[in-house]
């Protein structure tokens, strides 16, 4: 048997496989199939200061390889999650992961503050809209990105920083390290592409909200592109997601300079994928001799070098 556990930001992780923020809840419904215990660690459906409804239906749309989605952040807010479900997580014995958004830069900073020392490790959703500034998302430019950064790392004493970036962006490589300066203990990606699904018979776009995030096995080869990229621009750790459906996927990430992954779509079409994958990291590691799956982390070797 390999040594699958990992270390992310002083953290050790049982694994290097974590549930994606928004794709699996808090754990619950998952933990009735399996025990999500096994697991490197959850990262939370998206937390805000309040509750919020969310988008308006149709917010999910299927198209080939992908799917779209524009769900708005639904959740019960940050409170009723310490209060009816922080606990019962953290009984599981799996990491946790917060992830949190907000509006202003003030939102980040009260919502960080709320958490710190409650949790493993907080995870920056950047790519909410700043309605102080005309609705651009956080986490476009890379002045943005320390900028807020530096707002949630003000109040945080003993969590880590995870910052969550997006791949609608000039250059990744400038905003990781943008991330870094501002303080990020860590960094993950990609968050979903923007596209749209149209309904051509009704000559419409399929989701309420016109664009959606796009997220499945599709992406991959994007976002495996970019974490190699962010991994050669910083010093701190990269999680790399996207489109990851089994073990040799979740393998190019950590070869790409990844420390661990998450999986996020995959859970959709098979609630058993991250046990699988768990399974399969295992397998790959004894038939190749490899000890401790640490050693993959940034073994990618370029062609022509």
């Not at 014995?93 to 509006?103: D, R, S, Y």
């Not at 809209?129 to 949630?152: C, D, H, L, W």
């Not at 989701?207 to 962010?230: D, F, L, Q």
């Amino acid at each position: 048997m390999a040594n699958l556990a990992v270390t992310l930001c002083g953290v050790t992780l049982k694994n290097p496989v974590i549930a994606a923020s928004g794709t699996f809840g808090f754990g619950r419904e998952f933990h009735e199939l399996y025990d999500i215990g096994q697991l490197g660690g959850v990262s939370t459906k998206g937390l805000t200061l309040e509750p919020r409804l969310g988008n308006p239906v149709p917010r999910i749309a299927e198209s080939r390889g992908v799917i779209l989605n524009a769900v708005g952040l639904q959740n019960p807010g940050v409170e009723h999650f310490i209060e009816h479900d922080l606990d019962w997580l953290k009984s599981t014995g799996t990491t946790v992961i917060a992830n949190v958004a907000g509006k202003t830069l003030e939102d980040y900073e009260r919502i960080c503050a709320r958490l710190d020392g409650l949790v493993d490790m907080i995870e920056l959703n950047i790519s909410c809209p700043n309605v102080k500034s005309g609705g651009m998302a956080f986490g476009i430019q890379p002045k943005m990105v320390e900028e807020v950064t530096r707002y949630a790392t003000k109040r945080l004493k003993t969590t880590p920083l995870i910052v969550k970036l997006s791949p609608n962006v000039e250059s990744i490589s400038l905003n990781a390290k943008a991330a870094e300066n501002g303080g990020a203990n860590a960094v993950s990606l990609i968050n979903t592409l923007t596209g749209m699904a149209i309904d051509i018979e009704r000559r419409r776009p399929i989701i309420a909200n016109n664009t959606g995030g796009v997220s499945g096995a599709g992406v991959k080869p994007v976002a495996v592109r970019m974490t190699y990229e962010a991994a050669q621009a910083v010093q701190i750790p990269v999680i790399g997601m996207g489109g990851i459906t089994c073990a040799e996927d979740a393998i190019e990430f950590l070869m790409a300079g990844a420390t661990a992954v998450q999986v996020g779509t995959a859970n959709f079409t098979d609630p058993y994928a991250m046990p699988k994958i768990i399974q399969g990291l295992n397998d790959w590691c004894d038939r190749h001799k490899i000890e401790n799956v640490s050693e993959l982390t940034g073994t990618l070797q370029l062609n022509g070098k």
